[in-house]
C-alpha cells in the first residue's frame, strides 16, 4: 500500500464526522430496545425512476426479480419495455443493520470507474448515500476496491412501528426531487401531510433535495403512481412492435415473433421451465446408476465434438432450482419448431460437432446445442458471466413433448481452435496464437476473480475454445463448469491430457485446475501438437524433457526443434525471447503442486508482456 492511498484512508476516517445513530447521512435509526423485535425485517418499497428500458437490469441492480416489481408498479406486461424515468416500486427486505440503522442491503458488483459515492448518488438514485454505504461495507477500503468486488449497499428503509397512530401497510423510500414539498409528495401517494411527518420525525418543512423520506401507505399495492409520470410522456406505452425488453442485447435485432412468444410464455414459462429442469434431473437421476459405469475420462481423439456431454451432471436438486430464477427471461426463449426450422430438423448437415448445430434464426447464424442433461447448471453460470471471451448465451429453448433442452449461443465463424491448429489452410501465426493465450487467459480471469462465487469452468481444451472471424478467442462449454470455490467431488470428469494431478488424485476442484489445462493450451499452441498424442504421451509429460536454461544455445535449440515447424521461420525473424517467456509462463501453469502453480492474473499479466515484446520486434523487423 502506498503512503498516499494511507493518507488518504486517514483522512476519510478522520474528516468524515463520526458515526452516530439518527444522523440522515447514516440513513434511519432502528432500535431494538424500543420497538418489538417481530417488526424487523419487514416489506418496504424504495421509489425509484427507471434508469434502463430493461426491467431485469433494475432488479438486478436491487437483487429482487421484475415480476415482484411489476406486481407493485403495476406494470401488466413485464415483456414491454420501460420507458425513461418511468415511476416503480422496488420491493425490498428492510432490516435493523447492526442493530442501529434500517436497510435493505443489496449486493452490488464494482465495475470500472464506480466509487461509493457514484454508486450511491447515480446507480442507487440517491436511496443511500456514500457514507452509509462505507459503513456497510467494514472490510473494504474505500479508495482501493478492484473491480469485481462485491459490496453491500444499504438501501435506506423503515418498518411500520406500532407506536404510529394508524395501521400503515408499508413504508416508501423516496428520493426527494428539486421543487418539491412534503404537500405534493404526500398528495402523489394519496396520503395525507401528518402521515408523512409522524413517521419522519416530525419534520414540518419541505424536505431538501436528494434527502430521503419515508412514506407510509395504508392501501394493498400497486398504488396509482401517475402524478410520478414523467411530463411529457406521450399517452400510449411502448407497444410489442417497437421494444424488445426480452432480449438485453442492444435492442437493435427486433423479431416480433419471438418476443410475441416471449409474451406468451411469459410467467407460465418460467414456471414450466422450473417443472421441466426438475423433470429433466429426475429422468437423469435414474438413468445415472447405469451410466456410473462409463469410462469417466473422455480421450478426445475418438470424440472432438462436446466431449462432456457424455458425463453427468453433479447438480443437486437445491442447486438446481435456486439457480432458475425469474431473470432467465434475459434470454431469448425459442420455440422448438423455430429451431427445427432454423436447423433443417436437426439435419446432420448443420452439425458443427458433437451435439451442436448451426442454425439460421432471424438472418442470423447461431450454434443450437441440444443438451443431454438439464442445463440448470449451465444457464445458471451463465446468466451471470458476460464477457467478450466467453460464448455468449442468446436464448434456450425447451421442447414440451421430451423435456428436451437446447441452449441457443452466439455462432463464432471460425470453430474450435483444435480444428484451426489441425486445419491446412488456417494460418494462425505466431502472434496470434499469442493473442489466443491472452483472450484465454482474460476469460478465465474473468470467471475465476470476477465472478461471485467463482466459477471454475473444469473442462478447459482447445476443442472448447472457439476462435471468430478476427480470431478473437471465446470460452465455451460451460456444462461441466461449477460455482462455489474448493469443493470436492468423487465423480472426476473431464478430458485426458488436460487433468490436473490433483483434480485426477483428490478431486479437489479449484481455479488452478482450469490453471493447469490453460498451461497444457499454451503448450499445443508453442508445438502446435495435441494434448495427448496418437501414442498416447501427454504433452503436459514433455514439458519436462524441454530442458533449457534463458541463455543457454543447446537449451534453446531443443526447444526450437520441439515447437511447431510451422512458426520457425516468423520466430527466426521475431527471435525466440517470446517463446521462452511463454514456455515459462507454461511452465508456472503446469506445477504438479496447485499451491505453487500460477494464478490468471499473474498469466494475464505476463502474458502481456511477451505481447510486448512481440510488437516491439515485429516494427523493429518491418
Ligand atoms: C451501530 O452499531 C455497531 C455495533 O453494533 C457499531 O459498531 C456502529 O458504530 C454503530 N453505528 C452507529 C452509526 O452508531
Ligand atoms: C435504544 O433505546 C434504548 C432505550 O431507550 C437506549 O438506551 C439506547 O441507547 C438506544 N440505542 C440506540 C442505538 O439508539
Ligand atoms: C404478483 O401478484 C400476484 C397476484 O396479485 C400474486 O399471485 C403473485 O404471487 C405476485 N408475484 C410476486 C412475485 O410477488
Ligand atoms: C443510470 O445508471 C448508470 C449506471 O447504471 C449511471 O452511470 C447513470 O449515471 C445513471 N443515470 C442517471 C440519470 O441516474
Ligand atoms: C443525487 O444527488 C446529487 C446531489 O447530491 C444530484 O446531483 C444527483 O442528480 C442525484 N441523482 C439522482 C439520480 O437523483
Ligand atoms: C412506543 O410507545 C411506548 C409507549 O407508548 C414507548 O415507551 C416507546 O418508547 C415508544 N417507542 C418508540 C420507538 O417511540
Ligand atoms: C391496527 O390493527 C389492529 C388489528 O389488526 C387493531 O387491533 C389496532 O387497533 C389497529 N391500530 C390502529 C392504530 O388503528
Ligand atoms: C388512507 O389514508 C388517507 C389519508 O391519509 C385516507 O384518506 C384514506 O381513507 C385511508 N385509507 C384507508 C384504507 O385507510
Ligand atoms: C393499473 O393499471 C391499469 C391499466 O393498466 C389501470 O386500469 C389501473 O387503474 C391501475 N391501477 C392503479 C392502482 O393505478
Ligand atoms: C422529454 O423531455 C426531455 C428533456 O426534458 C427530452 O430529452 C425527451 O426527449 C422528451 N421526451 C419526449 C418523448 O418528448
Given at each position: 500500500?502506498?503512503?498516499?492511498?494511507l493518507?488518504?484512508?486517514?483522512?476519510?476516517?478522520?474528516?468524515?464526522?463520526?458515526?452516530?445513530?439518527?444522523?440522515?447521512?447514516?440513513?434511519?435509526?432502528?432500535?431494538?430496545?424500543?420497538?418489538?423485535?417481530?417488526?424487523?425485517?419487514?416489506?418496504?418499497?424504495a421509489?425509484?425512476?427507471?434508469?434502463?428500458?430493461?426491467?431485469?437490469?433494475?432488479?438486478?441492480l436491487?437483487?429482487?426479480?421484475?415480476?415482484?416489481?411489476?406486481?407493485?408498479?403495476?406494470?401488466?406486461?413485464?415483456?414491454?419495455?420501460?420507458?425513461?424515468?418511468?415511476?416503480?416500486?422496488?420491493?425490498?427486505?428492510?432490516?435493523?443493520?447492526?442493530?442501529?440503522?434500517?436497510?435493505?442491503?443489496?449486493?452490488?458488483?464494482?465495475?470500472?470507474?464506480?466509487?461509493?459515492?457514484?454508486?450511491?448518488?447515480?446507480?442507487?438514485?440517491?436511496?443511500?448515500?456514500?457514507?452509509?454505504?462505507?459503513?456497510?461495507?467494514?472490510?473494504?477500503?474505500?479508495?482501493?476496491?478492484?473491480?469485481?468486488?462485491?459490496?453491500?449497499?444499504?438501501i435506506?428503509?423503515?418498518?411500520?412501528?406500532?407506536?404510529?397512530?394508524?395501521?400503515?401497510?408499508?413504508?416508501?423510500?423516496?428520493?426527494?426531487q428539486?421543487?418539491?414539498?412534503?404537500?405534493?409528495?404526500?398528495?402523489?401517494?394519496?396520503?395525507?401531510?401528518?402521515?408523512l411527518?409522524?413517521?419522519?420525525?416530525?419534520?414540518?418543512?419541505?424536505?431538501?433535495?436528494?434527502?430521503v423520506?419515508?412514506?407510509?401507505?395504508?392501501?394493498?399495492?400497486?398504488?396509482?403512481?401517475?402524478?410520478f409520470?414523467?411530463?411529457?410522456?406521450?399517452?400510449?406505452?411502448?407497444?410489442a412492435?417497437?421494444?424488445?425488453?426480452?432480449?438485453?442485447?442492444?435492442?437493435?435485432?427486433?423479431?416480433?415473433?419471438?418476443?410475441?412468444?416471449?409474451?406468451?410464455?411469459?410467467?407460465?414459462?418460467?414456471?414450466?421451465?422450473?417443472?421441466?429442469?426438475?423433470?429433466?434431473?429426475?429422468?437423469?437421476?435414474?438413468?445415472?446408476?447405469?451410466?456410473?459405469?462409463?469410462?469417466?475420462?473422455?480421450?478426445?481423439?475418438?470424440?472432438?465434438?462436446?466431449?462432456?456431454?457424455?458425463?453427468?451432471?453433479?447438480?443437486?436438486?437445491?442447486?438446481?432450482?435456486?439457480?432458475?430464477?425469474?431473470?432467465?427471461?434475459?434470454?431469448?426463449?425459442?420455440?422448438?419448431?423455430?429451431?427445427?426450422?432454423?436447423?433443417?430438423?436437426?439435419?446432420?448437415?448443420?452439425l458443427?460437432?458433437?451435439?451442436?448445430?448451426?442454425?439460421?434464426?432471424?438472418?442470423?447464424?447461431?450454434?443450437?446445442?441440444?443438451?443431454?442433461?438439464n442445463?440448470?447448471?449451465?444457464?445458471?453460470?451463465?446468466?451471470?458471466?458476460?464477457?467478450?471471451?466467453?460464448?455468449?448465451?442468446?436464448?434456450?429453448?425447451?421442447?414440451?413433448?421430451?423435456?428436451?433442452?437446447?441452449?441457443?449461443?452466439?455462432?463464432?465463424?471460425?470453430?474450435?481452435?483444435?480444428?484451426?491448429?489441425?486445419?491446412?489452410?488456417?494460418?494462425?501465426?505466431?502472434?496470434?496464437?499469442?493473442?489466443?493465450?491472452?483472450?484465454?487467459?482474460?476469460?478465465?480471469q474473468?470467471?475465476?476473480?470476477?465472478?461471485?462465487?467463482?466459477?471454475?469452468?473444469?473442462?478447459?481444451?482447445?476443442?472448447?475454445?472457439?476462435?471468430?472471424?478476427?480470431?478473437k478467442?471465446?470460452?465455451?462449454?460451460?456444462?461441466?463448469?461449477?460455482?462455489?470455490?474448493?469443493?470436492?467431488?468423487?465423480?472426476?470428469?473431464?478430458?485426458?491430457?488436460?487433468?490436473?494431478?490433483?483434480?485426477l488424485?483428490?478431486?479437489?476442484?479449484?481455479?488452478?485446475?482450469d490453471?493447469?489445462a490453460?498451461?497444457?493450451?499454451?503448450?499445443?499452441?508453442?508445438?502446435?501438437?495435441?494434448?495427448?498424442?496418437?501414442?498416447?504421451?501427454?504433452?503436459?509429460?514433455?514439458?519436462?524433457?524441454?530442458?533449457?536454461?534463458?541463455?543457454?544455445?543447446v537449451?534453446?535449440?531443443?526447444?526450437?526443434?520441439?515447437?511447431?515447424?510451422?512458426?520457425?521461420?516468423?520466430?527466426?525473424?521475431?527471435?525466440?525471447?517470446?517463446?521462452?517467456?511463454?514456455?515459462?509462463?507454461?511452465?508456472?501453469?503446469?506445477q504438479?503442486?496447485?499451491?505453487?502453480?500460477?494464478?490468471?492474473?499473474?498469466?494475464?499479466?505476463?502474458?502481456?508482456?511477451?505481447?510486448?515484446?512481440?510488437?516491439?520486434?515485429?516494427?523493429?523487423?518491418?
Amino acid at each position: 500500500m502506498t503512503p498516499l492511498s494511507l493518507l488518504l484512508i486517514f483522512s476519510i476516517f478522520v474528516l468524515l464526522p463520526s458515526p452516530s445513530v439518527g444522523d440522515a447521512i447514516y440513513g434511519p435509526s432502528c432500535n431494538l430496545s424500543t420497538t418489538p423485535t417481530s417488526i424487523y425485517p419487514c416489506k418496504s418499497y424504495a421509489f425509484y425512476r427507471a434508469n434502463s428500458t430493461d426491467l431485469c437490469s433494475v432488479a438486478d441492480l436491487f437483487n429482487t426479480n421484475r415480476i415482484s416489481i411489476a406486481n407493485a408498479s403495476n406494470i401488466s406486461d413485464t415483456s414491454q419495455s420501460l420507458y425513461p424515468n418511468q415511476p416503480l416500486l422496488i420491493p425490498l427486505e428492510c432490516s435493523c443493520f447492526n442493530k442501529n440503522h434500517s436497510y435493505a442491503l443489496v449486493n452490488y458488483q464494482f465495475i470500472s470507474g464506480n466509487t461509493f459515492w457514484i454508486i450511491a448518488h447515480s446507480n442507487y438514485a440517491n436511496l443511500t448515500t456514500s457514507e452509509a454505504s462505507v459503513l456497510a461495507n467494514p472490510t473494504m477500503i474505500p479508495v482501493s476496491i478492484s473491480v469485481g468486488a462485491w459490496a453491500k449497499i444499504p438501501i435506506f428503509c423503515q418498518c411500520p412501528t406500532t407506536n404510529l397512530s394508524r395501521n400503515y401497510s408499508a413504508i416508501i423510500s423516496y428520493s426527494v426531487q428539486p421543487g418539491d414539498t412534503l404537500a405534493s409528495i404526500a398528495e402523489g401517494f394519496g396520503m395525507d401531510v401528518s402521515s408523512l411527518t409522524e413517521v419522519n420525525d416530525g419534520v414540518q418543512t419541505d424536505p431538501a433535495p436528494f434527502t430521503v423520506i419515508y412514506v407510509p401507505i395504508n392501501s394493498s399495492l400497486p398504488i396509482d403512481l401517475s402524478s410520478f409520470e414523467p411530463e411529457n410522456r406521450s399517452a400510449p406505452a411502448p407497444t410489442a412492435e417497437n421494444t424488445d425488453s426480452s432480449d438485453n442485447n442492444d435492442g437493435s435485432d427486433n423479431d416480433g415473433a419471438v418476443i410475441g412468444l416471449g409474451i406468451v410464455v411469459g410467467v407460465l414459462g418460467c414456471l414450466l421451465i422450473c417443472l421441466v429442469f426438475v423433470f429433466c434431473f429426475f429422468l437423469r437421476r435414474k438413468k445415472k446408476s447405469a451410466e456410473d459405469k462409463q469410462i469417466p475420462i473422455v480421450d478426445n481423439r475418438k470424440d472432438n465434438g462436446d466431449t462432456s456431454l457424455n458425463l453427468h451432471s453433479t447438480a443437486n436438486y437445491d442447486g438446481l432450482l435456486s439457480g432458475i430464477d425469474d431473470c432467465l427471461d434475459k434470454y431469448r426463449v425459442f420455440h422448438i419448431s423455430d429451431l427445427r426450422k432454423a436447423t433443417k430438423d436437426f439435419d446432420s448437415k448443420y452439425l458443427i460437432s458433437g451435439n451442436v448445430y448451426k442454425g439460421w434464426l432471424d438472418g442470423r447464424a447461431f450454434a443450437i446445442k441440444m443438451m443431454k442433461w438439464n442445463a440448470g447448471e449451465e444457464l445458471r453460470i451463465l446468466q451471470k458471466v458476460n464477457h467478450t471471451n466467453l460464448v455468449k448465451l442468446e436464448g434456450f429453448s425447451i421442447n414440451r413433448e421430451d423435456g428436451g433442452c437446447y441452449m441457443v449461443y452466439e455462432y463464432v465463424e471460425n470453430g474450435s481452435l483444435l480444428e484451426c491448429m489441425k486445419s491446412p489452410t488456417t494460418k494462425l501465426d505466431w502472434r496470434r496464437r499469442v493473442n489466443i493465450g491472452i483472450d484465454v487467459a482474460n476469460g478465465l480471469q474473468y470467471i475465476h476473480e470476477h465472478t461471485f462465487p467463482t466459477v471454475v469452468h473444469k473442462d478447459i481444451t482447445s476443442s472448447n475454445i472457439l476462435l471468430d472471424n478476427n480470431f478473437k478467442a471465446k470460452i465455451a462449454n460451460f456444462g461441466l463448469a461449477r460455482s462455489g470455490c474448493n469443493a470436492m467431488t468423487t465423480n472426476i470428469v473431464g478430458t485426458q491430457g488436460y487433468v490436473s494431478p490433483e483434480y485426477l488424485v483428490e478431486g479437489l476442484v479449484t481455479t488452478k485446475m482450469d490453471v493447469y489445462a490453460f498451461g497444457v493450451l499454451l503448450l499445443e499452441l508453442i508445438s502446435g501438437r495435441e494434448a495427448v498424442s496418437e501414442e498416447g504421451v501427454l504433452l503436459s509429460a514433455e514439458v519436462d524433457m524441454v530442458e533449457f536454461e534463458g541463455d543457454d544455445a543447446v537449451g534453446i535449440e531443443k526447444l526450437r526443434s520441439w515447437m511447431d515447424p510451422r512458426i520457425r521461420s516468423e520466430i527466426d525473424r521475431l527471435g525466440m525471447e517470446s517463446v521462452v517467456m511463454l514456455i515459462g509462463i507454461a511452465k508456472g501453469c503446469l506445477q504438479k503442486d496447485s499451491g505453487r502453480r500460477s494464478g490468471m492474473t499473474e498469466v494475464v499479466y505476463a502474458l502481456s508482456k511477451v505481447d510486448d515484446i512481440l510488437s516491439v520486434a515485429s516494427t523493429a523487423g518491418n
